[in-house]
């Protein structure tokens, strides 16, 4: 089989994949996050997930919060982070999303991008 045909059906099983997880997710409308406080880890499902930092004195970078949502308030936009202030004059940073399940996690790969990359390494 030539190198372009089998990159041709790579390309197709990754769509496929790609098409059958997107459905799951407009089907139920929850996505699956990480959810952490503290020292306490675990997944949740809601309509968003999302990630927050606040400013502390006491950590290096602040304190990070992840979870699920059900409801966005005035002041977030879904697919976005938003600077929200604090009483101290400070601000906190609210990232909140909903396009694929633990979209609240570390930047991840694509899962396309991924296994493109594989199949010109095996090819």
Known sequence: MSFLLKCILV?????????????RQRNSGLVRCH????SSVSTCEGKYCYKMRTP????????VK????????????VGKCTRRPLE??????????NERDFCN?????SLTAVLIIAAMLLF
């Open 35 to 38: 959810k952490e406080v503290g």
């Open 56 to 63: 502390d004195d006491t950590t290096d970078g602040g304190i």
């Open 11 to 23: 390309l197709t099983i990754v769509n496929y994949i790609a098409a059958a997880q997107s459905s």
């Open 105 to 109: 996690s570390a930047p991840a790969y």
């Open 88 to 97: 101290e004059g400070e601000s906190e940073l609210m990232c909140v999303c």
């Open 66 to 77: 992840k979870g699920c949502m059900n409801a966005a308030d005035a002041q977030t936009e």
